[in-house]
């Protein structure tokens, strides 16, 4: 089994100067995020699993593997529990 | 040619009177909307268990699983519906709810209002929009009690253009990739120290406010429709002798924005168009967190020094 994750249909998303601001629709909560949120965000308009989002964050940002790892995961876990990303086992 | 808020109603008392209201406010929308009255007592409806967001007196409900809007001026004095996509409000008013002229106008039908005008466009923010004596649009956002009343009565005596003091609406540019402020007019409200420190002769008793008001153009200032921020100020509620300013990101600015146009959250169908103003206004001006010091009304150039 895999994690997928996927961003919350209630969820947008606003870049700023590299930087974004996240909304989620349901709650009428809003987020900032930084530059690797965003680029996270952005790629999550399709589901992704964890090791597809540590290549991207890894080949855009000069960060060891490990370090892009431990990034994302931190980042996923609080999006999932602001509802902001959907994680589901396939 | 820009179109304006129409009205169908048989109440001939509330038609003139909606009309003088929208009239002044001159709001020049790129597609018509209209905002379909009767007066009579509210049906009952059904029972709604959506989300309230709540303005003042008004709850709204947004969303699924129904998708109107539904506006319910508390407690039963009035009723607004708008259909998914429809540029028409239909709109219920009690024989109760005529009798408080200053809340229909300024609360409950300003409300349907700001939701009917999204549909063509136009996105609300409460801020006051100026233009300076350079040309360069300013947005004052905040909270009422923030100074954007007096700052901009102030300005309106010293040479700036003056858009609105509180009812602004973020639409499409008539630059590529620009957004501006379309305006809705209406009289600068001021309290009492507040026409002490201005200084202006005359205004309009605002009774049901407890303040005066004056149209722009009675304090010598030209209004205007539509104005291109350049710059953003976020006032706080705390005043000091001094003005002062300090710069915030684009993200931050945004999320302060999204503060003060609650209604980006509500409506999927329209919340990415918003959003989309929001963020280009903070791409496009400079932002700054603003003290507004007492020295503005000696020195009202201040603003321009510190800018620029």
Redesign the interface.
Known sequence: MTTWYSRHP?L?L????G???V????S?R?F??NETGVTILEALASPQTLIDLTARVAAEYDVTAAAAERSVREFLDRCVDAHLVRAEER | MPHEVSVRTAHAGLASLLREWLDDARLALPRPVTLVVEVGPLPLSPSDSRDV?RQGNVAIRS?PPIHTVSLDWEPRLGRAVLAPQSTAANVIITEQGLQRENEMLRSFLLNVCILLVRRVGLHHVHAAALRDPHGRGWLLAGTSGSGKSTTTALFARHGWGIGTDDIAFLAEGAAPRVTDVVCWRERLALHDDAVVAVGPDGGTPLTARRKMGWFPEELGAEWLSRITPQVILFPGAEHGDTTSLTPI???????RL?RWS?W??LE?DF??EH??R??QL??QARAFEVTLGRDLFDSPDRLLELVS
């Open positions: 209630d947008r606003t870049a700023v100067d930087e974004g601001v909304l989620h629709l349901g009428r809003y900032s995020v | 967001f969303g990101k684009g993200r931050e600015a945004v999320t999204m609650p980006v959250a999927a919340a990415d959003l989309q929001l963020s903070a791409s």
